[in-house]
């Protein structure tokens, strides 16, 4: 079992800047991908970034390529996403994901991840 718990989350301007961070614990001796999903009020949840366990090969959604990166500190379990020029439409509930398996076929699936944390909520305000 992995646990995650997300951190970070807050109110910011139209153009800010925020850094989540996703701790995980348990065990994490094991290699795993993980990656971000964002969920907004009344929507489906959404594929954000996806970082394998090297962190060699990452993966972003359009709506999000080139605002954010997703990076990871293996030494301290911890994964994070940095985001830039965020938008009003970045607003929702952030959450990360990791999968008992170090890279995946299919980044952008969330039946691909094992164990979500609790999320953290990003309101942009415009």
């Known amino acids: 079992q992995v646990q995650l718990v997300e951190s970070g989350g807050g109110l910011v301007q139209a153009g800010g800047s925020l850094r989540l961070s996703c701790a995980a614990s348990g065990r994490t001796y094991s290699p795993y991908a993980m990656a971000w999903f964002r969920q907004a009020p009344g929507k489906e949840r959404e594929f954000v970034a996806f970082?394998?366990?090297?962190?060699?090969?990452?993966y972003y959604s359009d709506s999000v390529k080139g605002r954010f990166t997703i990076s990871r500190d293996n030494a301290k379990n911890t994964v994070y996403l940095q985001m830039n020029s965020l938008k009003p439409e970045d607003t929702a509930v952030y959450y990360c994901a990791a999968s008992r398996y170090s890279s995946i076929a299919y980044p952008h699936q969330a039946n691909q991840y094992d164990y979500w944390g609790q999320g953290t909520q990003v309101t942009v305000s415009s």
């Open positions: 970082i394998n366990w090297s962190g060699s090969n990452t």
